[in-house]
Every structure is written in C-alpha cells, then in structure tokens.
C-alpha cells in the first residue's frame, strides 16, 4: 500500500537558518504531493503542493520538489523565521486529492528558536 | 477561507461509555468528509469516508460498529466511539472538500479532538 516516510522530529534551529525536512513516500500509481502545516493550536492547513514529477511547489518562502526518480518530496525553505514553528506533514493521494484521503507521514515538529 | 468546526476539541468519559464528535463545514457544503486519527508520534491514519446521504467507507482494520459515522447533511459529520476503552483515546481530526470545488482542490481540516478514556 501507499506509505510516506518523514524524519523525525523535533528539528530545532535557529532564526534564518536552511531549513530541509526529508520526506520519501511509495505509492501504487501516481500520487499528488502535499505539505501540511498545523500551527500551535490549530488545525491543519495545506502549504504546498505537487502534481507531477519535477513540478515545483512553493508557499510562504517553502519549496518541495516532485521527484519521482528519488520518490521524495523534500521541504526547503532558505531562511526560517520563529513563526515557521510548528508541525509540517508530508502526505500523497493516488487519486490526485479526490475522493480518496490522504496518506500522510508522522510528522515533523519544527521548533524555531530567536 | 473555508473553515471546518470541530467539536468538542478535547473530552474525558469512562470506559463503556459513547462520545460524539462533530465535524461541521461552517461556510461550504462538503459532500464528503474524511476522519482521521492518530496516536502519539505516529501518521494520521484514515478510518473512513463519511458520504452525505449514503454508508460511510471504512478503512481496513476499523471496527465500523465502534466507529459510527453519520453524515446526514451536507455540512455536518459525526462520529460516535461507542462503548470508550482506553485504547481509543487518541487524537481524531475531520476534514472535508468544498463540493464546489476541483477535484484536485485541497482538503480543510478540523481542528481535532483530543479524547482520553479512563
């Protein structure tokens, strides 16, 4: 079955630091992509997106990319701010975010310390 | 933006007991609605597809006479865990797709509920 792979947290670095949480996933077909953040008390919120391979998806200064000859979907952002903290989940749909619900990885629990 | 209400947010209730949790679209009509659960450090996982108007579609290994889903309208879900033990506290969150929307177009999720069974 369709699984994602994330590393686990906590991750915890400074203010204006590179950010890069891993996520690998397999999937039967071809999946859609998807981060999820869920900020402190709140529920979760879709940051980006990727339809296909080597599409790009970008958000609020994050990026991932669709790699299908890795099967990751690696987020990145170049300078994180004490506001990114919060818990950022990979996930897939095999159905391109339909009717089906997503997959999605553990979690990683971002801290961002001034 | 679109905004899904989840109620209650946290609850305690003794073993044996039922708890209902609400899952409400508050400015779109969702179709469908999916509820998820997770345990601590571990993925959300799917337990079922909740359909306005026909069965839920529960996920293999969840027990659908425990599980109950309802979905009588086109903005509320609910979930009951019937007869609580203390391996079905856990953490339960809802999320639904605007029926408006393109099939592609993002889930919005409740903000979840934090059960614990004593």
């Known amino acids: 079955g369709d699984s994602v792979t994330q590393m686990e947290g906590p991750v915890t670095l400074s203010e204006e630091a590179f950010l890069t949480i891993n996520c690998t996933y397999t999937a039967t077909g071809y999946p859609s992509l998807f981060w999820y953040v869920q900020y402190p008390g709140e529920g979760l919120q879709l940051l980006l997106k990727a339809t296909k391979a080597d599409d790009k998806g970008s958000n609020k200064g994050f990026e991932a990319t669709y790699r299908k000859e890795t099967t990751s979907f690696h987020l990145e952002k170049g300078s994180v701010q004490v506001s990114d903290s919060a818990v950022y989940f990979c996930a897939l749909s095999d159905s391109g975010g339909g009717a089906d619900g997503l997959t999605f990885g553990k979690g990683t629990h971002l801290i961002i310390q001034p | 933006g679109a905004v899904v209400s989840q109620h209650p947010s946290w609850v305690i209730c003794k073993s044996g007991t039922s708890v209902k949790i609400e899952c409400r679209s508050l400015d779109f009509q969702a179709t469908t609605m999916f509820w998820y659960r997770q345990f601590p450090k571990q993925s959300l996982m799917l337990m079922a597809t909740s359909n306005e108007g026909s069965k839920a579609t529960y996920e293999q290994g969840v027990e659908k006479d425990k599980f109950l889903i309802n979905h009588a309208s086109l903005t509320l879900s609910t979930l009951t865990v019937t007869s609580a033990h203390p391996e079905d506290s856990s953490f339960y969150i809802c999320?639904?797709?605007?029926?408006?929307?393109?099939?592609?177009?993002?889930?919005?999720f409740g903000n979840g509920t934090r059960l614990t069974v004593t």
């Open positions: 999320s639904a797709r605007d029926r408006q929307g393109a099939p592609n177009s993002p889930l919005h």
